[in-house]
């Protein structure tokens, strides 16, 4: 009788593209069906959209709902490289698969160095398998389109890479990391310096380790940094006074940890069974991606939501193969059952658990193109082509190649305002919402041109 634990460890190579490829077909298919249901939003559906198209038409990374140019709060210069695909395609969905697409190829890496450092195929598949069904990836994947997508791939084939000595693959990996976001460069020196310490790599490890404070020291000198002026403002409003306020007075950061964003990072560790403890030197690289979310003040950070838990993923994953190594070889030989299996089980329990969690709390409606949809279309088709639009938040990732476009309940010069009473009010409340919406309708200047199941359509009048 054939052993199934053998099968699937015989056939780990293939199955693990076949994971893969799977997962790319079906996330790729439900975010794109997500976006077409209007459900995506305004940030940052409509950010990045406007941004990749703005580049790919020479106007440069500028946002104008929100009025700014995208490098004043991070410099991200690989939306210079997703431009071109707007030639094949010009549409938010083509950012969808391509997110899509790079959150399945994270789970290679794993495999790949899960397969070096363990020594078996099979804890490798499962590795990346539970990568796969995470459900911080799941939140990632359905909120929007996030350029964090991009790290785990990209970082743990590098440090695989650096592990094999393949060079070449390693600099090209943590150059496009490097070009993420400016806070990869603090990531890229944690992993210069794990090369350069533990593996007794000096290419790797010097290069990498003063690229990342080249990188990120530039970037804080020379580009104002929007993000540290608002999600630290309890430490600091620039690098250097959060960086004293830290060292000074070490217990402002402690009790924002213990009381905020302490029980976050627990239940991601958690959901590894505290693996990377078992493995100091690889526990150390979430130094970095754990400090920048633990003490930022922005609650979607510091809970770890969506995009945000991804930095801190990577190296989770990095530190949970490197852990499951040490422990490898304990067992409990009058029981015939080995550690290893045990934890691996309970592993995959959690993050199933957590996943059917997720599904359970999804919003069906996301996936279904009905009545509501429909009429939907219909509103956006009133609106003519290049005009000035103030739109509800799940309405402007359709309407971001206005060159004019709002976010409600911002107007300013809109020739059209569309409105959904039933969709997503963001960023107001339902009470303050419904008062800028009678607000508009008393508005002589404006004319109801369409309406129809909560969602209404005004044109500024000729008069």
Known sequence: ????????????????????????????????????TFHSNACDMALCDQIVSNILHGKGPYITFLNKNYLNEHLSLIFFLLAPFYLIYDSPETLLIIQALFLALGALPIYLLAKHVI??????????????????LLEAIFFDFHLESFIPFFLIFAFYSGLKKHYICYFICMILAFLVRED?????????????IVEKNRKIGIVTTLAGIIWFGLVIRYIRHGVLETRYTYLGTDFSSILKTIILNPFVPLKHIFINSGLPALKLFFKMGFLPFFNLPTLALSFFPLSTTMLSNYTSQYTLYAEYSIPVLT???????????????????HREIKLRNLILFMIILINIFCLFRFIYRVDKRWFVKDTHVEIGSIALSKISEGVSV??????????S???KNYLFPNINDAEYIIIDTKGNKWPLGKDEYFRKVREVQKN?????????????VFKRSEN
């Open 119 to 136: 020594k078996d195929k099979l804890s490798a598949l499962i590795f990346s398998f539970i990568y796969l069904i995470s459900s911080q």
């Open 315 to 333: 190296f989770l994953y990095i530190g949970s193969v490197y852990g499951f190594a040490k422990i490898s070889n304990f067992s409990w030989q």
């Open 184 to 196: 990869v460069a603090l990531y890229g020196i944690a992993i210069g310096l794990y090369f350069l």
């Open 390 to 399: 103030s739109a509800q938040t799940n309405f402007l990732p359709h309407l």
């Open 1 to 36: 009788m054939l052993n199934p634990m053998k099968l699937l460890k015989k056939n780990s190579d293939i199955l693990i593209y076949l994971l893969v490829v799977s997962y790319f077909v079906m996330m790729a298919f439900l975010t794109v069906l997500k976006h077409a």
């Open 401 to 403: 190649r206005h060159e």
């Open 444 to 456: 002589k200047t404006y004319n109801t041109i369409y309406s129809n199941d909560g969602i209404i």
